[in-house]
Nanobody
Framework: QLQASGGGLVQAGGSLRLSCAAS????????IGWVRQAPGKVREWVSC????????YYGDSVKGRFAISRDKVKNMVYLQIDNLKPEDTGVYYC????????????????WGQGTLVTVSS
């Protein structure tokens, strides 16, 4: 079970840290990604951390502002978001797929409930 949390209302320029509790998913075996969906738009893959060596990947729109990390002891994955922009508003989901990351959100097999991020201008 994947459970995202940490969303909220924040002013532009602020920061948030999203958390994903990955119960039942070994972070040594599953890559965990973050996917967001803005109101009225399709889902967008934003970041992923791979299983074996923890390599991180980012979408072009978030590079330099988002940082994904994991704690294998706690079985948690985090997404630090800095310098938030209104266009970052949306529901953020964490999702899992076996071993390697993929920038196509359709390739993730397991999804948690999302957490809403709202950025005011």
């Amino acid at each position: 079970q994947l459970q995202a949390s940490g969303g909220g209302l924040v002013q532009a320029g602020g920061s948030l840290r999203l958390s994903c509790a990955a119960s039942g998913f070994s972070l040594d075996l599953y890559a965990i990604g973050w996917v967001r969906q803005a109101p009225g738009k399709v889902r967008e893959w934003v970041s992923c951390i791979s299983a074996r060596d923890g390599t991180t990947y980012y979408g072009d729109s978030v590079k330099g502002r988002f940082a994904i990390s994991r704690d294998k002891v706690k079985n948690m994955v985090y997404l630090q978001i800095d310098n938030l922009k209104p266009e970052d508003t949306g529901v953020y989901y964490c999702a899992a797929r076996q071993r390697v990351c993929n920038s196509d959100w359709l390739q993730y097999s397991d999804w948690g409930q999302g957490t809403l991020v709202t950025v005011s201008s």
